[in-house]
């Protein structure tokens, strides 16, 4: 490519194609753009071989300029050629002898037009009004391709949109209206179209409700945001809706655009949601109150017992009972899972073993009985963990059964463990044929410490996978001894989350402290 060098820097440069056989002619017309102003970076094509290959390769060009009359190539060609690329390019022909006739036929062939050899010096003004020309046409082009893309576009979201979008005049009359009107309302677009707005929504049939007519107001259009009211189908239901309505200006005109969302499952749905929420609310008070509302008053005993449910309700379980003054009975379970359902079981499994104590003296009955009604009401499908612990006041002492849940604690004044209230049984609920054990007699000292617990904090995981255990929760309780024994229930909470770094823990967990305290 030839640049044709120039003492000003400021000349706009002109990227040139010339097509002619005579590289003298070529510079000659180089020569006369750059006196006109231009910069020009010429480069010089003979075949249409060469000329194919410029255009396709070697652009982007500002301008073509082409001779007439070439030993071995026409010039028709070369246009041909251009109008195949679809490349909008100015071709100009210069030429020495080109007559009128073929000037004609060459311009009707796409030549923008044409310059005499001997008359060079209109080529400047020629080649800068076409590529002002070439800039115009670009710029209309992208405007009508951007046009085309935000018809496309509004057409897309006209025809798709799940919200009905309507158009009314200022006589409150339907001007048109997008498919979706036909899906909440029935009525096909044609028949709404001309139709006043009150044929969705009668005034008569709403009287407490807010308007669509409301958009317009003495001839002008209302412009109010999302609101919720109602409208008739075409069967004559009421529909729920939500309705907005903006101002557009069409042909000069105001006219209010509504966007419409049919409401009416959501609506029904949120209904749904809240009589849930209410029942989920009354399902905890009952929940709550299943639980004893204050620790017993048992002589010589400082007792305790909290529940932590990882959801709304959980499924863990502890009771205290007692049909003498001088013993009392402690439960605590757990239901396989948690929520609603392992709740529900656990309400079961404390009436059962309530009714069961009045007419049972020893625990191994009370837990066998009980298995033998859970088993046929769970078919299988849960269980239930349970610890049963009977304390007797003087001389201070227990027996326990223990249907499959994790090992209780008895631990000295000093923290240390004096025993572990292992399994007697699998859990209730698999075998409706299973027997349980109770324990022999167990002594208890004043300062001794008695553990029952869920498994919900001990298998609490740190952020680095390590899980809390039942170390933890006995080094918590022997640094804690002195305190009551609800302190020390809230001190294991704490710890456990703490290590989990979690406000919250993903399991159930339930404890019961029990303290043997001198006897005012």
């Known amino acids: 490519m030839t640049k044709i060098s120039s003492a000003s820097s400021k000349k706009p440069s002109l990227r040139l194609l010339v097509v002619d056989d005579s590289a003298f002619d070529a510079q000659m017309i180089a020569a006369k753009l750059q006196i006109y102003g231009f910069e020009p970076e010429m480069e010089r094509v003979e075949t249409l071989a060469g000329f194919r290959n410029s255009v396709i390769s070697g652009g982007p060009w500002d301008v073509i300029i082409s001779d007439y009359f070439m030993p071995d190539l026409k010039m028709m060609d070369t246009l ?103 899906t909440i309302f029935g009525y096909p677009g044609e028949f709404l179209q001309q139709q006043l707005l009150s044929t969705l929504q009668p005034p008569e049939r709403f009287p407490q ?180 612990l009977r304390l007797i006041s003087r001389p201070p002492s227990l027996i326990y059964a223990n249907a499959g849940h994790i090992a209780g604690y008895i631990l000295d004044s000093g923290g240390q463990v004096k025993q572990r209230l292992t399994r007697t049984g699998i859990v209730l609920g698999r075998k409706e044929n299973s027997t349980y054990t109770q324990s022999e007699f167990i002594a208890l000292d004043e300062g001794d410490l008695i553990l029952l617990m869920t498994d919900g904090m001990q298998e609490v995981f740190s952020e680095s996978e390590e899980m809390f255990g039942p170390e933890r929760i006995l080094e918590v309780i022997r640094k804690n001894m002195k305190k009551t024994s609800s302190q020390i229930i809230d001190e294991i909470y704490k710890a456990g989350i703490t290590f989990a770094n979690s406000p919250s823990l993903d399991d159930d967990f339930t404890c019961v402290i029990i303290k043997v305290t001198p006897v005012n």
């Open 209 to 388: 409700l807010p308007l669509l007519n409301e958009c317009i107001k003495n001839g002008a259009v209302h412009i109010f945001e999302r609101t919720e009211t109602q409208a008739l189908h075409k069967t004559g239901k009421v529909v729920d809706i939500e309705v907005d309505v903006s101002k557009i200006i069409l042909k000069g005109e105001s006219i209010a655009c509504l966007s419409i969302r049919d409401v009416t499952e959501w609506k029904r749905s949120q209904a749904e949601r809240n009589r849930s929420k209410e029942q989920l609310r009354i399902a905890q008070e009952i929940h709550k109150n299943l639980y004893p509302s204050e620790p017993p008053d048992f002589p010589g005993y400082d007792i305790a017992g909290k529940s932590y449910p990882a959801e709304e309700i959980g499924g863990d379980y502890f009771d205290f009972f007692s049909e003498s003054e001088h013993t009392l009975d402690v439960g605590l379970g757990d239901v396989s899972g948690h929520g609603l359902g392992p709740a529900i079981l656990m309400a079961e499994t404390r009436a059962y073993l309530r009714i069961l104590s009045r007419t049972r003296e020893s625990l191994d009955e009370i837990l066998t009985r009980t298995n033998e009604v859970l088993a046929e009401d769970m078919a299988g499908k849960h269980y239930v963990t349970l610890t049963l």
């Open 80 to 182: 041909e050629c251009l109008k195949k690329t679809k490349l909008d390019i100015p071709f100009i022909i210069v030429s020495g002898g080109i007559g009128e006739a073929e000037a004609v036929a060459a311009m009707k062939a796409g030549a923008n037009d044409y310059v005499l050899k001997d008359n060079l010096q209109k080529l400047g003004a020629v080649v800068e009004r076409e590529l002002r020309d070439a800039r115009v046409r670009r710029a209309q082009k992208e405007a009508e391709i951007a046009l085309k893309e935000s018809e496309y576009r509004y057409r897309t979201l006209w025809e798709n949109s799940k919200d009905a979008l309507i158009l009314v005049k200022t006589d409150g009359k339907i001007l048109l209206c997008s498919p979706a009107s036909e």
